[in-house]
């Protein structure tokens, strides 16, 4: 990667790896990552922020000028999204997805766990992301791209996301 990036914006569906990716370049290249989910929460997945202090804090981070953004959320995140550098999707294959969502499960102690019903809802969501066309959808997340003429990459799976880290020197 030559030029230089100081706002990324990564965007795939759960157990996609966006919290590793944000993780590893941020890591590389000095810039802080932010979770949208610590943005839409007050305590993850549980209490919400009302949209007027979610929009406030989004809006702080990505009037910053270095930020690695990652979440999938609709459309209170356009404003973020133009002012990326950089977009990456992560488009994983469906039978990753599901298998990293019930490791994830498993490796989770059982008060941390969420209930099976939700994991199942949770797996249910990612088989259908790539077909949605909502909002929170891989359609619309390709529509935004070309909407807004952003840079942006598809990584499909481990070993394009490991070159793209790699890339960063």
Same mark, same amino acid.
């Given at each position: 990667?030559?030029?230089?990036?100081?706002?990324?914006?990564?965007?795939?569906?759960?157990? #996609?790896? +966006?919290?590793? @990716?944000?993780?590893?370049?941020?890591?590389?290249?000095?810039?802080?990552?932010?979770? @949208?989910?610590?943005?839409?929460?007050?305590?993850?997945?549980?209490? !919400?922020?009302?949209?007027?202090?979610?929009? +406030?804090?989004?809006?702080?981070?990505? $009037? !910053? +000028?270095?930020?690695?953004?990652?979440?999938?959320?609709?459309?209170?995140?356009?404003?973020?999204?133009?002012?990326?550098? @950089?977009?990456?999707?992560?488009?994983?294959? @469906?039978?990753?997805?599901?298998?990293?969502?019930?490791? !994830?499960?498993?490796?989770?102690?059982?008060?941390?766990?969420? $209930?099976?019903?939700?994991?199942?809802?949770?797996?249910?969501?990612?088989?259908?992301?790539? +077909?949605?066309?909502?909002?929170?959808?891989?359609?619309?997340?390709?529509?935004?791209? #070309?909407?807004?003429?952003?840079?942006?990459?598809?990584?499909?799976?481990?070993?394009?996301?490991?070159?793209?880290? $790699?890339?960063?020197?």
């Amino acid at each position: 990667m030559k030029k230089s990036v100081n706002r990324i914006y990564i965007i795939g569906t759960s157990g #996609s790896g +966006k919290s590793f @990716l944000s993780n590893k370049l941020s890591e590389k290249l000095g810039i802080p990552n932010y979770d @949208l989910d610590d943005v839409f929460f007050i305590k993850k997945h549980t209490l !919400r922020r009302s949209e007027n202090k979610r929009d +406030k804090l989004l809006s702080k981070i990505a $009037s !910053r +000028k270095k930020w690695i953004i990652e979440g999938v959320y609709g459309s209170w995140i356009e404003k973020a999204l133009r002012k990326a550098d @950089l977009v990456i999707i992560l488009d994983i294959h @469906l039978l990753v997805l599901t298998k990293r969502i019930l490791f !994830r499960f498993l490796r989770k102690n059982k008060a941390e766990r969420e $209930s099976l019903r939700d994991i199942i809802k949770l797996v249910k969501y990612v088989k259908g992301y790539k +077909k949605s066309v909502t909002e929170t959808g891989y359609k619309h997340h390709l529509h935004l791209m #070309s909407k807004h003429k952003l840079n942006y990459f598809i990584l499909k799976n481990s070993k394009e996301i490991n070159q793209f880290i $790699s890339s960063f020197i």
